[in-house]
């Protein structure tokens, strides 16, 4: 860890952590991983003032939000004296993510080692992060390998993809929170209708349009700025009758037969 001013000092080293996390409000504190235990750190006197045994195969504590408790696998712990607070099954080998407002927590399973590789889970937990309590198991179409909240809290990015040794790539998806599937569907209808109405008034003018658009989509292709460019009307030539021996002749003067 470095100090940044005028010159770069460097502060304390981490020879043996494979994960480091600054505390979350303060940031006076450094929990890393380090082999079977995590580590806690107090920045300002340099040295290590707390262990927590390693109870999950890779990451073994994550600062809360609040600044006042730190999640170890299924374990909370009360960062001021150290007191276990509860314990939560439902964390168990699980990678937690905490919202921006940190009011609600994601977890997803950590990947197990198996014969034919690495194994992820095909769903996540939602909890609430003030009483750990179950709120909602999702589940997905394929394996987990991350997610992501946005800024705002209001999407979930989940990279999603099928076990390994296959062709098929891995996929982002984009989860409203709050919006329950009968809302979505509903609003889907409401589209597909609006799109129905607006198809049926461009059908009326799809032959007077055919030239505009065969002239902007070159336009687009070359680079240019179709929606500036000025197209001029050409204008329509009058219909002139031939009879069958290649003479011409007018409207009126036409056979019926």
Request: with cysteine.
């Given at each position: 860890?470095?100090s940044m001013g005028e010159f770069f000092e460097s502060k304390m080293i981490f020879e043996h952590e494979d994960y480091i996390e600054f505390s979350k409000?303060?940031?006076?504190?450094?929990?890393?991983?380090?082999?079977?235990?995590?580590?806690?750190?107090?920045?300002?006197?340099?040295?290590?003032?707390?262990?927590?045994?390693?109870?999950?195969?890779?990451?073994?504590?994550?600062?809360?939000?609040?600044?006042?408790?730190?999640?170890?696998?299924?374990?909370?712990?009360?960062?001021?004296?150290?007191?276990?607070?509860?314990?939560?099954?439902?964390?168990?080998?699980?990678?937690?993510?905490?919202?921006?407002?940190?009011?609600?927590?994601?977890?997803?399973?950590?990947?197990?080692?198996?014969?034919?590789?690495?194994?992820?889970?095909?769903?996540?937990?939602?909890?609430?992060?003030?009483?750990?309590?179950?709120?909602?198991?999702?589940?997905?179409?394929?394996?987990?390998?991350?997610?992501?909240?946005?800024?705002?809290?209001?999407?979930?990015?989940?990279?999603?993809?099928?076990?390994?040794?296959?062709?098929?790539?891995?996929?982002v998806r984009l989860y409203d929170v709050g919006r329950l599937r009968a809302d979505q569907e509903d609003?889907?209808?409401?589209?597909?209708?609006?799109?129905?109405?607006?198809?049926?008034?461009?059908?009326?003018?799809?032959?007077?349009?055919?030239?505009?658009?065969?002239?902007?989509?070159?336009?687009?292709?070359?680079?240019?700025?179709?929606?500036?460019?000025?197209?001029?009307?050409?204008?329509?030539?009058?219909?002139?009758?031939?009879?069958?021996?290649?003479?011409?002749?007018?409207?009126?003067?036409?056979?019926?037969?």
């Amino acid at each position: 860890m470095w100090s940044m001013g005028e010159f770069f000092e460097s502060k304390m080293i981490f020879e043996h952590e494979d994960y480091i996390e600054f505390s979350k409000v303060s940031q006076d504190k450094i929990i890393g991983t380090a082999n079977e235990v995590a580590k806690i750190y107090d920045i300002e006197r340099n040295q290590e003032i707390r262990k927590l045994d390693k109870l999950n195969q890779n990451l073994s504590g994550v600062f809360h939000p609040n600044g006042l408790e730190i999640v170890s696998n299924t374990e909370v712990w009360d960062i001021r004296n150290f007191h276990l607070l509860k314990t939560v099954p439902q964390l168990d080998q699980c990678h937690i993510t905490f919202t921006n407002s940190g009011d609600i927590i994601y977890a997803r399973t950590m990947e197990q080692d198996t014969e034919d590789g690495d194994k992820y889970e095909s769903s996540f937990k939602t909890l609430d992060a003030s009483d750990y309590s179950s709120i909602a198991t999702i589940e997905t179409r394929r394996s987990i390998l991350d997610l992501c909240t946005s800024s705002n809290d209001l999407q979930l990015a989940v990279v999603e993809n099928l076990p390994l040794l296959t062709v098929e790539e891995s996929v982002v998806r984009l989860y409203d929170v709050g919006r329950l599937r009968a809302d979505q569907e509903d609003y889907d209808e409401e589209e597909d209708d609006d799109k129905d109405d607006e198809d049926g008034q461009g059908d009326d003018n799809d032959s007077d349009d055919s030239r505009s658009s065969s002239d902007e989509d070159d336009g687009m292709f070359r680079g240019e700025n179709f929606s500036d460019v000025d197209y001029e009307e050409e204008e329509e030539e009058e219909e002139e009758d031939w009879d069958y021996d290649g003479n011409l002749q007018d409207g009126d003067d036409t056979e019926e037969f």
